[in-house]
Nanobody, 119 residues
Framework: QVQLVESGGGLVQPGGSLSLSCAAS????????MGWYRQAPGKQRELVAS???????NYADSVKGRFTISRDNAKTTGYLQMNSLKPEDTAVYYC?????????????WGQGTQVSVSS
């Protein structure tokens, strides 16, 4: 089992910045992909950004150039730096870790943290 504990989030004005962290613990095998998803009220959960254990990153078009995902492999902690925040970034943000096995992949989720962008 893998446990994910998120921190960060909160209320910020448009144009501001926030940083999220995701601390992973438990039986973590590589390769894995750590990602941040978000879900706004009435919308489906969507991928925001992901990073592999090898360091390859992927971003949603809506956050490219504004958000940066990183990780500390030694501590298996992931980070999401969010700059130039917009009201449409308001959502519950979830940390995800996908452990890639030989035949299958297993997803683990954090509890979610609220990010609100409003003046």
């Amino acid at each position: 089992q893998v446990q994910l504990v998120e921190s960060g989030g909160g209320l910020v004005q448009p144009g501001g910045s926030l940083s999220l962290s995701c601390a992973a613990s438990g039986r973590i095998f590589r390769p894995y992909i750590m990602g941040w998803y978000r879900q706004a009220p009435g919308k489906q959960r969507e991928l925001v950004a992901s990073i592999t254990s090898g360091g390859n990153t992927n971003y949603a078009d809506s956050v490219k150039g504004r958000f940066t995902i990183s990780r500390d492999n030694a501590k298996t902690t992931g980070y999401l730096q969010m700059n130039s925040l917009k009201p449409e970034d308001t959502a519950v943000y979830y940390c995800n870790m996908r452990i890639i096995g030989a035949l299958t992949a297993t997803d683990y989720w954090g509890q979610g943290t609220q990010v609100s962008v409003s003046s």
